[in-house]
């Protein structure tokens, strides 16, 4: 039976499974991912061995982006379903031991919802407080605050001469923070929820909730909005509202070091349960294209397993939905697309925090090629290739960087078998399926002992029943190199050595002599030994267990 109340740190010992609904299973055949769709699946989903399941928005929206832009925080869009189906969900979860993560966007609204409809038409309405406006003289801008999907982060409302501020697009205007009748509103909302069961919250961006009040020009336009001096209080007074529902919450928290993120994931004193923090991903650069450096890639995770150490928790991820796949960005998604993809999955969830796992990834779903912006559905990745080519790029290398980063390779459908779409629906989809659905979907993996889907399913059951995994503290062998990421996991003189080579060429690792004893326990490579100098063929990866 899920009880929070007396389980309220059940999230140190679980891995997380994320859910991108419009994407994961067309029930009706309508090209479009839905909430019975996800209803249909959770037997899939409880034969991974995860612990809960974090949805991406499915909240009533005019989808200019995806749902992340939410007109109505208690009920649904129609193409998902219904309320009925979304508590039907929740208990059906529920009745299989997984707990049910929603995500949270209160950073911002949609300009549909009635909060914002009721804003825009006069100053003297209750609700023109529940967003941020500023006068400006005629032609110009308030200030030179940009949007983070480009442009100018103001837009003009004729009714109250005013400018609204909008950090992402025109259509999703941010919440006034200042004003505590915003708070007090999504306070209801999180009741209203736990009320209905769910166990959690992944808080959108959560650092961008305080804005610079003095509004004046900056020449870093992250000192106007990020982690402004201030934002505490207001992640206080969040914090009572989670506490108090017993409530788990992991916030989005692009641009917090670690040393501020000791602050606010405090076991004691913070404000959330953990932050998905982007040093690995390079989050900022959004559009670059470039092999990644695994020297780097070490010193980033290092960086915050070492720093939370003791203090806070940290949360384990590779992809999810902003993100291209990551066997295409940080493995080899050609030659070794399966080595790459289980390599990969064995260095992350092995270190201390909780894994999350996004659709698609047990599979080692891969980026899409698109060839033509037609094909493309992401709002930031059209208006990217907008700008590039008005700035002179040409057609070929603008999409070749949106084929490498753009946040439509993560929503292509889930791949369920070799049927028509990958099995996700009859009809056409909503975006294109990965024409190697053929090769990679669960069908086809789920028989195979070797599969990328049975080498996730042993990592999860290896990080809910060992240990050393759970609590055991992270101590990186750093191996000076540009291929290996090794690491151990300890507690109490005996532990786990991971060692991975993470790259297209062999090398080698001599294990050391300093253990008692040295057990392999799981890799992707049947030939590999626990004795001596390891020869590592590209995108091997191991487990050893040891007694010091």
């Not at 005019?62 to 869009?77: A, E, K, M, R, T």
């Not at 009859?426 to 070797?450: C, F, G, M, R």
């Not at 294990?511 to 590209?538: C, H, R």
Request: aromatic letters at 14%.
């Amino acid at each position: 039976m899920i009880d929070n109340k007396s389980d309220p740190t059940w999230w140190q010992n679980a891995v997380g499974y994320q859910i991108y609904p419009k994407s994961f299973y067309d029930s009706n055949n309508d090209g479009i991912g839905d909430i019975p769709g996800i209803i249909e699946k959770i037997p899939y989903i409880s034969s991974l061995g995860v612990n809960f399941v974090w949805l991406s928005p499915f909240f009533k929206s005019p989808n200019v982006d995806n749902g992340y832009d939410v007109s109505d925080y208690q009920d649904i869009d129609p193409q998902y379903g219904n309320l009925d189906d979304v508590f039907e969900m929740i208990a059906k979860f529920h009745e299989r031991g997984i707990r049910v993560v929603f995500d949270l966007v209160i950073n911002h609204t949609s300009d549909q919802h009635r909060w914002f409809q009721e804003a825009k038409k006069s100053v003297d309405n209750p609700y023109h407080d529940f967003y941020m406006w500023k006068k400006a003289p005629e032609g110009k801008l308030p200030n030179n605050w940009v949007s983070l999907f480009g442009g100018p982060a103001w837009e003009y409302n004729e009714t109250t001469d005013e400018y609204y501020y909008h950090l992402f697009a025109k259509q999703q205007p941010d919440l006034n923070w200042e004003n505590p009748k915003v708070h007090s509103a999504v306070s209801d909302i999180i009741k209203w929820w736990a009320d209905k069961g769910v166990d959690g919250f992944r808080l959108d961006a959560i650092s961008h909730l305080k804005k610079d009040q003095t509004f004046a020009d900056v020449t870093n336009q992250e000192a106007a909005m990020n982690n402004v001096p201030g934002i505490d209080k207001i992640l206080a007074q969040l914090s009572d509202d989670f506490k108090a529902n017993h409530l788990m919450t992991v916030g989005e928290a692009g641009g917090i070091p670690v040393e501020e993120a000791k602050r606010w994931v405090n076991s004691k004193t913070g404000y959330f349960d953990m932050i998905f923090q982007f040093d690995h991903v390079s989050f900022w650069e959004k559009f670059t294209v470039g092999k990644v450096d695994i020297a780097q890639l070490r010193q980033a995770l290092s960086r915050w397993q070492e720093g939370l150490e003791g203090i806070g928790w940290n949360a384990l991820f590779l992809e999810n939905h902003d993100l291209p796949r990551a066997v295409s960005y940080f493995g080899n998604d050609t030659k070794f697309r399966k080595k790459s993809a289980t390599a990969l999955g064995l260095m992350y969830m092995m270190m201390k925090g909780t894994p999350f796992v996004y659709q698609g990834q047990e599979l080692g779903m891969a980026n899409i090629s698109f060839n033509n912006i037609d094909d493309f559905d992401d709002l930031d990745s059209i208006r990217f290739y907008k700008e590039q080519l008005a700035a002179g790029e040409t057609k070929t290398d603008t999409l070749m960087r949106l084929r490498a980063k753009s946040r439509d390779n993560a929503r292509t459908p889930m791949q369920w078998s070799s049927d028509v779409n990958g099995g996700f629906s009859q009809s056409k989809p909503w975006l294109a399926t990965n024409e190697n659905y053929h090769e990679v979907n669960v069908d086809n993996e789920i028989d195979q002992p070797n599969s990328t889907l049975n080498f996730y399913k042993q990592l999860i059951k290896l990080r809910q029943t060992e240990s050393a995994l759970l609590d055991g503290k992270y101590e990186l062998v750093d191996t000076d190199d540009h291929q290996l990421f090794v690491y151990k996991r300890v507690e109490n003189g005996h532990g786990y050595l991971i060692v991975t080579n993470l790259s297209d060429e062999p090398t080698s690792y001599m294990l050391p002599t300093t253990f008692n004893q040295l057990k392999l326990v799981i890799s992707n490579n049947d030939s590999l030994k626990d004795e001596g100098k390891v020869e590592l063929a590209p995108w091997d990866a191991a487990m050893f267990k040891f007694e010091q």
